[in-house]
């Protein structure tokens, strides 16, 4: 993802629509060719979603290296 694409991308509303596409996907009422293109949109939000979670992860690994505390994030 791009630092264009992420400053105008929703964490929140990207895993409202994942979870929309779950549900529908769970009623069994979509054909099969609805339920490709929810799978497919499904997973280019799960990679964005992933991205996103990355880029924050790695921002407070920044700041927590700034304020001398190198302790990897999950280290306790």
Do not use: H, W, Y
């Amino acid at each position: 993802m791009t630092k264009k694409k992420a400053a105008n991308f929703d964490f929140e509303q990207a895993l409202e629509n994942l979870e929309e596409l779950v549900s529908a996907m769970e009623e069994g009422e979509l054909t099969l060719e609805e339920s490709l293109e929810a799978f497919e949109k499904g997973i280019k939000l799960t990679r964005e979603c992933q991205s996103a979670l990355k880029q924050a992860e790695q921002k407070v690994q920044i700041l927590i290296n700034e304020n001398g505390d190198t302790e990897e994030l999950g280290d306790e």
